[in-house]
């Protein structure tokens, strides 16, 4: 990549690559195509703007399906359905004998407005003339035929977290019509090298497309056919790496392909015959990415931006790999579970956040996406579909519910139960480790995040949770190897950056500490705790303006963090600016009036600002929250001797003593006091004693030394 490219990529991806792109989805607006419900023969003649440029890259190869693949109208059909609003249709493939496979967005996303299509409504058609078939989704109505279709997602999302490589899905339908026309797919397991695997007309794609008045299967090859093509993909699938869930389940291609294509199958023909890899389900437009690009930088780098652009677009596929597993449910249908147990569920989807329809057994749109969602976020195989294990998530949701309202102990009966419905439940081990990590029993946490390690080995939320309670544990070299196991797995490389930051800053290794922390950052510019946690390596290695820095954006970033003012404060405090260290020490206690350590140094900084009556009132303050707070009484102390109240300035040394009996201040100040108020002899032990636990302490050396002047003895006052 040329160094220009690589300030563009770095400038402008992660951050918003799919507000770059325009994901048309090979539909209307991101939906299926609809065509009016009069007669199709209108549509070339109209001019109607639902059918739009097709996306290619150089000479335009659509073109009828060559006699070696006549056949594959068999395999491949066209899946339509018709209501008031129009005609409705993407392509399908056979993968069963009464299964097929077709983009998510393509059955059972919102057409347009929030407008569903009734699942009874689609009809898979396929073959012509006598070898004609054709069958609607199985089930007697709409709400059966929810049961009759497994996809990877109900809507899409963009930005961060787009989730494109969910957009599959397949259904059961109610006759073997694919019966002697199942293709074969095979899922490559390395997706992203696809296109460094096969040569020129090896790959292709079969879709049906809208040619002038009609709909035609058409035949689009040489995806790859120039070195800059692949170029173009390597780009392009490095962009999507970094910015959806699952990339590896992409694959780029630059097969031409236009409106209708959704949920055709990318073909690779090799020595032992021709397989489905992916299924198409998107299409970029390079004119609205070059539109949005050039918006978001000066004109000095206009050229750039050419050249970025020109190897950038490419149409994208979802590999075959996202659903094979899932074809045992549709093939082995289990029976459908009744309303109580799917109350149970939505009850437990409700309480952990991913449901928000109402309680009432039905399984439709919302209770399927909700499914999802927690699938993918415990780590389990995607289905969408309610079974007797997703029962144990109604417990799992009250264990959520009490972890939400800091209820540690009460969420660990339900962690237990949702266990005791499916031992292997990772996700409900990993809470029930953080509700014991949060009690402090750090082995326990530690057992749980390991037995999550046994079940899925490959889980790096696993090893982020465990490394973390190491770091608890004060174990930093078992925290820093899970860490480290985290980061190469890449759940969350950002959180688990900067968590194995935390761990080299406790030993001490400020460098690599720094280092996580700004990689961290750099994965997730709004990453508010890794700009914090930042700061604290800079305040370690005395870089205060730099510390100030970073904490403002943790700041900016999280206004209510109390911390990070209470940090920068610190920060302003070791600048020599108090007034600035006072007002962030302020706000501070304005979003938690219990902060101890910010009554503490609040009060510090009033000392030093001789404002000693303020500061007596904030250590006052923190005693009154802590009371075995030994700073708090050491700090008080020496307000109250310099308000020359003797008498209470002792009585806080001598507690702070007693709370810290190896402390050597508060023994030096209580000495220093007892000269202060005319009995140096009084204060002579405590200065003794002070130098036993820190021979070299020089303030007690300089404290001693006054007294012994006091006394007469002028020998030992110059010695010391």
Not at 110 to 123: A, I, M, T, W
Not at 384 to 405: D, E, I, N, W, Y
Request: hydrophobic share 40%; net charge positive; proline share 4%.
């Amino acid at each position: 990549m040329t160094s220009a490219l690589a300030v563009v990529l770095r400038n402008l991806v992660p951050a918003s690559l799919l507000a770059v792109l325009t994901l048309t989805y090979g539909t209307l607006d991101g939906h299926a195509i609809g065509i009016p419900a009069n007669p199709l023969r209108d549509l070339g003649s109209s001019g109607s703007s639902l059918v739009k440029p097709v996306t290619v890259f150089g000479e335009d190869t659509r073109q009828r399906l060559p006699r070696r693949y006549r056949d594959l109208d068999g395999p491949i059909g066209l899946l339509t359905s018709k209501d008031k609003r129009g005609l409705w249709y993407c392509t399908a493939f056979c993968v069963a004998d009464d299964i097929i496979a077709t983009g998510a967005h393509c059955l059972v996303h919102p057409v347009d407005d929030g407008h569903y299509l009734n699942l009874k409504s689609f009809v898979f058609k396929s073959g012509r003339g006598r070898r004609a078939r054709r069958s609607r989704i199985a089930g007697r109505n709409n709400r059966e035929a929810q049961w009759s279709v497994v996809a990877g997602s109900t809507h899409l999302r963009r930005g961060r977290s787009a989730n494109l490589s969910h957009d599959w899905a397949i259904a059961k339908l109610a006759s073997p019509v694919c019966r002697g026309r199942v293709l074969k797919f095979k899922a490559l397991r390395k997706v992203p090298e696809l296109f460094d695997a096969i040569s020129e007309d090896h790959a292709f794609i079969v879709a049906y497309q809208p040619i002038g008045a009609h709909i035609r299967l058409r035949y689009s090859d040489k995806c790859l056919s120039s070195p800059r093509q692949s170029i173009r993909l390597s780009r392009t699938w490095e962009l999507y790496r970094h910015m959806t869930v699952d990339p590896d389940l992409l694959v780029q291609h630059t097969c031409d392909m236009t409106r209708g294509a959704s949920g055709s199958p990318l073909l690779v023909e090799r020595a032992d015959g021709l397989y489905a890899v992916a299924i198409n389900v998107l299409e970029v437009s390079r004119a609205r990415a070059r539109r949005y690009l050039r918006q978001q930088v000066s004109k000095s780098r206009k050229q750039e931006i050419k050249e970025f652009i020109s190897i950038l677009t490419a149409n994208s596929a979802v590999s075959v790999g996202a659903f094979e597993k899932q074809l045992g449910l549709l093939k082995h249908p289990a029976p459908p579970l009744d309303r109580e147990n799917i109350r149970l569920i939505q009850s437990g989807l409700k309480a952990s956040g991913q449901y928000t329809g109402r309680i009432d057994g039905v399984f439709g749109r919302r209770t399927r996406q909700a499914i999802l969602d927690f699938e993918y976020l415990a780590g389990w195989l995607p289905t969408g579909r309610p079974s007797t294990s997703m029962v144990a998530v109604h417990h799992f949701g009250l264990g959520q519910q009490a972890l939400k309202a800091r209820r540690f102990e009460t969420a660990i009966p339900h962690f237990n139960a949702a266990l005791a419905r499916d031992p292997h439940f990772v996700y409900a081990l990993l809470r029930r480790g953080y509700a014991y990590q949060r009690l402090k029993q750090y082995d326990r946490a530690i057992v749980d995040f390991s037995t999550a390690i046994d079940i899925r080995p490959d889980y790096g939320h696993a090893y982020n949770y465990r490394g973390y309670a190491y770091y608890l544990k004060k174990s930093y070299d078992d925290a820093i190897t899970d860490l480290s196991r985290a980061v190469a797995l890449r759940p969350q490389p950002a959180a688990a950056y900067s968590d194995r930051g935390i761990a080299y800053l406790a030993k001490k290794d400020l460098g690599k500490a720094l280092a996580d922390q700004t990689k961290a950052i750099s994965l997730n510019p709004n990453f508010s705790l890794a700009y914090y946690r930042r700061g604290v390596c800079h305040m370690q290695l005395k870089a205060y303006g730099d510390a100030v820095a970073d904490y403002s954006e943790a700041i900016r970033l999280r206004k209510d963090d109390a911390r990070a003012y209470y940090s920068r404060g610190n920060a302003f405090r070791k600048l020599g600016e108090p007034d600035r260290a006072i007002a962030d020490y302020t706000i501070a206690l304005s979003i938690d009036r219990n902060y101890v350590d910010a009554f503490n140094n609040r009060g510090f900084t009033y000392s030093r600002k001789r404002d000693y009556d303020r500061a007596v009132a904030d250590y006052s303050r923190a005693i009154a929250l802590n009371e075995n707070f030994f700073l708090a009484y050491n700090n008080r102390g020496r307000a109250y001797a310099e308000q020359k109240k003797f008498d209470k300035a002792i009585a806080d040394f001598t507690r702070a003593i007693a709370l810290n009996p190896r402390a050597a201040a508060p023994y030096n100040n209580r000495a220093w006091t007892y000269f202060k108020w005319g009995k140096p002899q009084s204060g002579l032990e405590d200065v003794n004693h002070a130098l036993e636990l820190d021979p070299g302490y020089a303030a007690a050396l300089a404290t001693r030394a006054r007294i012994y002047q006091a006394l007469g003895e002028l020998d030992k006052a110059t010695a010391d």
